[in-house]
């Protein structure tokens, strides 16, 4: 395992370990786990039973975002394997060229442009939870961006490693993918 999958993995933890707090809190009936003077970022005043559920999907988000970006840069994404593994190395390498340049590329520069001006926005209204959870959305909304920027990168690197192979006929094979 690579280590940007081991950091990410690493983050499940920190969710099951929010989920079982917030469960835990929300049975013995509190909302407010800590509290504090002053303001700490992220957290504001106190951390509560909302900021915790907040914390959950903000760790989620992240987990699907950079996680399927690595396995689609290891080529251990969902594919359709009973359908490639019938086609030749050849027209599976032409079907990757043509599907990343002319849908992924422009769906990561679209998320890249509008993920930038969500997060700019997020971050200039002092977007946060209303309900007493976290209080910068702006940093979740700016990992969008920054994940589909990345992906991008990933499709170029893909783009020239088939572009190579196609001009030197030499071709990965594709195997349906059985980790279990």
């Not at 469960?23 to 509560?48: H, N, Y």
Request: glycine share 8%; net charge neutral.
């Amino acid at each position: 395992m690579c280590l940007p999958a081991k950091i990410f993995s690493w983050l499940i933890l920190v969710m099951i370990l929010a989920i079982l707090v917030s469960v835990a809190a929300a049975f013995m009936g509190w909302s407010v786990l800590l509290d504090w003077e002053g303001r700490i970022p992220l957290f504001g005043a106190a951390l509560t039973v909302n900021s915790m559920l907040d914390m959950q999907w903000f760790i989620f988000a992240l987990i699907v975002l950079f996680g399927g970006i690595w396995s689609y840069f290891e080529d251990r994404h969902v594919t359709v394997d009973f359908l490639a593994v019938t086609m030749s190395p050849r027209t599976r390498a032409y079907i990757s060229l043509i599907g990343d340049i002319f849908l992924l590329l422009p769906f990561c520069m679209l998320s890249v442009w509008y993920g930038s001006k969500l997060a700019m926005t997020s971050f200039r209204t002092g977007e946060g939870s209303t309900q007493g959870g976290l209080e910068s959305y702006w940093l979740i909304k700016g990992a969008l961006p920054i994940a589909f920027a990345l992906l991008g990168v990933a499709a170029i690197v893909r783009i020239l490693r088939n572009l190579r192979d196609l001009r030197a006929n030499e071709y990965h094979k594709v195997e349906a993918h059985h980790d279990s």
